[in-house]
């Protein structure tokens, strides 16, 4: 049994590590390092603390420093990991109050050291007021911001960039949206990007414009070195108050050279399904770990907050001695833009194509309740499936409706790899209130199903 | 090919089957007979009419016989089914309006007619006032006479009961509701029971008066042949304007006495799973069918407007020459009173017990959101599984909160037999308008798993 337990990082996977093996475990030493001021707090949270739906940062705070020393649990705050030797079994910290540099020892180390923002190549990119959105602290920096502000550029169509825009918008800036492939949310296929775009716009006319096949080459700066605006490859200059960099993360692993613990895809550090990582006593969890895709059965990079919580909890029964199993994603994605629900799961019909799948797919748009009950929402859903195998590859799901009741129902089935006459019946529990007498998603697999079978 | 399909029942399963079967095949020869005046209506949204959610009992018809018509079907209204005669493939009707029996040929018989109230054996059970709930009709009766109202009682604690409970406690009205077993629901544990009979007697203080392990023994009338009370075998006469009884159904089989076709559980139609019964060319679909249960593999009988409808779509396809398998339900329901949503899926822990399995519980009351969004709703999960197989039996869900969506993604992994290993950390979707970072119905898996393997 190990007696001391080093974890690097503070965001969502590190934490839940640390709390997860204190229950398991009374006794053994448990000490926190993170380069940050906060810790365990939800990231997913901050678009929502910058909206205002939340009105203080704390309130994202799932556990404070005192709470973990109530648990016996070390937080060490502002401690910068810079290397890791695990021959000696020793991390080398550096602390960012005072400069200096120390090594502590392990018997078990756990890296949670998440995600970090990919800043783009682009000229001035330094200027004040160009955001990242990562820490409380960004979010802070953001919201005080925007509260001072009537115009602001969103640099990438991802789902921060949504929520962010959803934020600047309900504040009443006006916004653009720049992303440099054909459509936003690049992991939907083109119909349901259009679809989604076309919602946003239509939403708030006039307060949001969406530039597609756009880069941005330039910022130009005030003489208070304070961004004014944006120049783009296509010769636009689009005047602003500040920048939102939504243009990617990359795992926060480059501590690691030369450590001799195997990196996988992007620079994730790769983890077998106990979390452990290729260095007897390192174990890895959260944002920086590759995942494996139980759909494509390939690795892939996907941080998610969920992924974190769970990889953490798993870590700490392993290390308690206990046997837990994280054998995968399913690249599940869900995010809101006000009344619209937006979700993914799986892969796009376009990327079953590119991996060779023989995909064949139903579109259906349907009320989420029996027609003639009021308050009803319609949604859209896109289900996949695969000729060959007649199992579903995955579900895109947008609407006002109740999208993700639906979007839940197909994830075991795609897990599991239930066969579409099967699921085409499912016993779905049926009251007026909550669905029609078929269900929409039962629709669709009827519909793919009769594609496929004739 | 038929030539000349006869559906004999004009609720959910016959409509359906008829309005398939004419989109598969234009001109195969479609009559539908049914012993109302009004087809092809969701009796389902029959407690959402008397509430007065919805105004107009016309809004519960999907098509008219209009709509048939144009469809070519011809629909036969007042016509009762008293016999068949699978040698000379025919069936006996007797007009309800003129008074005539007289025989129609067939080459495929669908009998879709349903399931029809039990009418306990109480003395005067045959005063005015004294409803039950199954046609539009019966609907239309019970509002105007609520209408007129100020007390109710309501026999038996089903479903129904709840939902009219619900529409008379929104009209204003005192209502009593009896119930001869310990507790409502009886599907349910007695502790979800309990605690969905604390929520209605929370809601309205001192309107509703639930009475458990008691039996109405008698009305009385008074002299306009109206019932005025009911007296219970503990002693007590309670006075009332009306009664609805929820006192069961049963198959609407009789008439098939003598025919040959094979009658199963509670003299439910015996039907395979391609919804041919015992008799060359004649199919059953609907209320009037048994079911299998893919979670106890045996034969039962619950008799859902969900399944009707699949089961209606599915003979239409195999009528038609293609193929469609209905394999069986998994026991799934759903109802709501005002904001609390009920649902059961599978097997009770106590039917588990009583069934041989070796069942595990959790129970968690958790949020349906992240904790620090606002309008967040809790609700109470109670997940089931099979210490043998590690392989969920059912869950139970009630809770203001969005249960709904977590009861729909286990019943994949009921269907499929998923490990409580794999379905533990199950990639679900997670952004805080939608879910906790791990989401309930995943804590109570974990919950479940480490009860049964430490």
Request: net charge neutral; proline share 4%.
């Amino acid at each position: 049994m190990a007696e001391k337990v080093v974890i690097i990082g503070g965001g969502a996977a590190g934490p839940k590590t640390a709390a997860k093996l204190r229950r398991e475990n009374p006794d053994i030493k448990i000490d926190l390092y993170t380069q940050e001021e906060i810790i365990s707090y939800s990231a997913c949270g901050l678009p929502y603390y910058i909206e205002n739906i939340i009105q203080n940062a704390e309130t994202l705070i799932i556990r404070t420093v005192e709470d973990f020393q109530k648990q016996n649990i070390d937080i060490h705050i502002k401690q910068q990991c810079i290397g890791v030797n695990t021959d000696e079994k020793t991390a080398l910290f550096l602390d960012l109050i005072s400069g200096n540099k120390y090594e502590v020892n392990y018997d078990i180390l756990v890296i949670a050291t998440g995600a970090i923002p990919v800043l783009p190549s682009i000229s001035n990119i330094n200027l004040k007021n160009i955001f990242t959105l990562r820490t409380v602290q960004d979010g802070i920096n953001i919201k005080n911001k925007m509260k001072q502000s009537k115009r602001a550029v969103l640099l990438g169509g991802g789902y921060i960039s949504i929520e962010v825009l959803e934020a600047l918008v309900q504040n009443n800036l006006q916004v653009t949206l720049i992303e440099k492939n054909s459509h936003i949310l690049k992991m939907f296929d083109e119909d349901f990007a259009q679809m989604i775009t076309d919602y946003i716009i239509g939403k708030n006319p006039g307060q949001v414009t969406i530039l597609t096949n756009e880069e941005v080459i330039a910022f130009t700066g005030n003489d208070k070195g304070e961004v004014k605006s944006v120049i783009t490859v296509s010769g636009k200059e689009i005047d602003t108050d500040f920048v939102v960099l939504g243009t990617g993360v990359k795992p926060n692993t480059d501590f690691l050279q030369g450590s001799g613990i195997r990196l996988g895809i992007y620079n994730s550090i790769k983890v077998d399904r106990t979390l452990k990582t290729s260095k007897q006593g390192v174990y890895a969890v959260g944002d920086c770990t590759d995942n494996y895709n139980l759909v494509t059965n390939r690795y892939t990079w996907v941080p998610m907050g969920s992924t974190a919580n769970k990889e953490g909890r798993c870590a700490a029964i392993n290390i308690a001695g206990g046997s837990c199993f994280f054998d995968g994603i399913l690249n599940s994605t869900i995010t809101k833009y006000f009344n619209l629900t937006i979700s993914i799961i799986g892969i796009s019909y376009r990327e079953a194509q590119e991996l060779g799948f023989q995909p064949e797919f139903a579109i259906v748009t349907k009320r989420d309740k029996a027609g003639y009950m009021p308050n009803t929402g319609t949604m859209t859903l896109k289900l996949i499936a695969d000729k060959n195998t007649q199992t579903i590859l995955g579900i895109q799901g947008i609407g006002e409706g109740d999208v993700n009741q639906r979007i839940n129902t197909v994830i075991p089935a795609i897990l599991s790899k239930t066969k579409l006459e099967s699921f085409m019946n499912l016993d779905l529990p049926y009251s007026p209130p909550y669905s029609p007498a078929i269900d929409p998603v039962l629709n669709a697999a009827q519909i793919i199903y009769h594609k496929i079978n004739g």
